[in-house]
Nanobody
Framework: QVQLVESGGGLVQAGGSLRLSCAAS????????MGWFRQAPGKEREFVAH????????DYADSVKGRFTMSRDNDKNMVYLQMNNLRPGNTAVYYC??????????????????WGQGTQVTVSS
């Protein structure tokens, strides 16, 4: 079973940047789809970004497109989320997720089998 651990969260002022990291316990194969989701208190889990390991394709929620960039380093079993121009509304726990099977519904958190513990991102005004 794949284990994922997020890091890099913290407190940042509005307009600032953070880079989140997601480390896998073992080799991450190219067929795995990777996703970033976030969840604020009292809110449902929300899709943020997706990356197909074999194709290098990235997809983003409209709310973060142009500000967030997802990337990967397969040699290091790492996935990243660079977040620029952060807003207070981006405050949430951010989760890394993985799914071996391809799905067109990459925005759906229920399609991902493996999840990290989350890392808190707080954006102050």
């Amino acid at each position: 079973q794949v284990q994922l651990v997020e890091s890099g969260g913290g407190l940042v002022q509005a307009g600032g940047s953070l880079r989140l990291s997601c480390a896998a316990s073992g080799r991450m194969f190219a067929s795995y789809a990777m996703g970033w989701f976030r969840q604020a208190p009292g809110k449902e889990r929300e899709f943020v970004a997706h990356c197909n390991w074999s194709g290098g394709r990235t997809d983003y929620a409209d709310s973060v497109k142009g500000r967030f960039t997802m990337s990967r380093d397969n040699d290091k079993n790492m996935v990243y989320l660079q977040m620029n121009n952060l807003r207070p509304g981006n405050t949430a726990v951010y989760y890394c997720a993985a799914e071996e099977r391809w799905t067109m519904d990459y925005w759906d958190h229920s399609k991902y089998a493996y999840w990290g513990q989350g890392t808190q991102v707080t954006v102050s005004s």
